[in-house]
């Protein structure tokens, strides 16, 4: 499975951006996913994890309330709406890949994760 994330770029405070995540190899599907970002000079965060069927979802605390994330109708894909962004939502936005659903300290831990995509970079200016 091959992860590659796109949607990053400037954005005043309070707007929005929408990631992607689109995957290639055929087991993509039945995948749950994540996303996780870095903000400058701080290490990894959770921000939002999906399981394959879209149907159960868990947020970091920083993202509860603004970000969405979901799968497109066909499951290669996987969103994260992000909404009245702040500045220090800033940072370097990864999505990740793994074949079994954890309890939540366990999807909110990067080092479980097999696949890896290369991140986006978000800034948000105040």
């Known amino acids: 499975v091959q992860l590659q994330a796109s949607g990053g770029g400037l954005v005043q405070a309070g707007g929005s951006l929408r990631l992607s995540c689109a995957a290639s190899?055929?087991?993509?599907?039945?995948?749950?996913t994540a996303w996780f970002r870095q903000p400058p000079g701080k290490e990894r965060e959770f921000v939002a994890a999906i399981t394959w069927s879209g149907e159960i979802t868990y947020y970091g605390d920083s993202a509860k309330g603004r970000f969405t994330i979901s799968r497109g109708n066909a499951k290669d894909t996987v969103y994260l709406q992000m909404n009245s962004l702040k500045p220090e939502d800033t940072g370097v936005y990864s999505c990740?890949?793994?074949?079994?659903?954890?309890?939540?300290?366990?999807?909110?831990?990067?080092?479980?994760?097999?696949?890896w995509g290369q991140g986006t970079k978000v800034t948000v200016s105040s």
């Open positions: 990740a890949a793994r074949t079994t659903w954890a309890i939540r300290p366990a999807m909110m831990n990067g080092y479980n994760y097999d696949y």
């Open positions: 190899g055929s087991t993509f599907s039945r995948h749950h």
